[in-house]
């Protein structure tokens, strides 16, 4: 498909766990967003990479959260020791420009932490 | 005060009747507004968006800019029950990183038949 794809799209963690979330974006897109979005809450921005650069993490709510995109393409949220309240949807949305605004979202990654 | 508010709603209006959601906004520099529809479970889809004061149609979609005002709003005419959903309104803001939104926390929209 030429959308961007996010997997897994649930994901159950017990507290304390560590979890993946991987974001495949549109092929060429510049730009990689991630968000969190809480129930009944607007997406917040996480991070923001253009190309392999991670160019603003200062969304992310703490050193527990990690991301990468190594190659410019693919690109994996980390969430270490997680905790109950980092259960959310997980949105990874890409760009074709640098910076650019016209974002596409994938579907998401439902992460719920027990 | 946050960054972008909306009216949570729910909005519900009948089929074939005009749907208004308004969106206000804290910062006077913020240059681009974006519409985003998310149906439940499914993730924001663009549907508009709008740089300059004034008006912009899409379909049946209109957009209004007020900068003035900090205001933006989104017309739906000729309201369908398929466009029942939640609409999130997002604007840049000056002097943050380029293509850093911030959303609003949306606005339920109900069509009803």
């Known amino acids: 498909g030429a959308g961007v794809s996010q997997s897994p799209r649930y994901k159950v963690a017990k507290r304390g766990q560590d979890v993946a979330l991987r974001c495949d974006p549109i092929s060429g897109h510049v730009s990689l967003f991630w968000y969190q979005q809480a129930l009944g809450q607007g997406p917040e921005f996480l991070t923001y990479?253009?190309?392999?650069?991670?160019?603003?993490k200062s969304g992310l709510p703490s050193d527990r959260f990690f991301a990468e995109r190594p190659e410019g393409s693919v690109s994996t949220l980390k969430i270490q020791r997680t905790q109950q309240e980092d259960s959310a949807v997980y949105l990874c949305?890409?760009?074709?420009?640098?910076?650019?605004?016209?974002?596409?979202f994938g579907p998401g990654t439902r992460l719920l932490v027990l | 005060q946050k960054e972008v508010e909306q009216n949570s709603g729910p909005l519900s209006v009948p089929e074939g009747a005009i749907a208004s959601l308004n969106c206000t906004y804290s910062?006077?520099?913020?240059?681009?507004f974006f519409w985003y529809r998310q149906y439940s479970g499914k993730s924001p889809e663009l549907i508009m968006f709008?740089?300059?004061?004034g008006d912009k149609e899409d379909g049946r979609f209109t957009a209004q800019l007020n900068k003035a005002s900090q205001y933006v709003s989104l017309l739906i005419r000729d309201s369908q029950p398929s466009d029942s959903a939640t609409y999130l309104c997002a604007v840049n803001r000056r002097g943050s990183t380029l293509g850093r939104l911030y959303f609003g926390r949306g606005t339920q929209l109900t069509v009803w038949p």
């Open positions: 910062d006077r520099g913020s240059q681009s």
């Open positions: 949305a890409s760009s074709l420009a640098p910076g650019g605004e016209t974002q596409y």
């Open positions: 990479f253009q190309n392999e650069a991670q160019l603003d």
């Open positions: 709008i740089y300059s004061n």
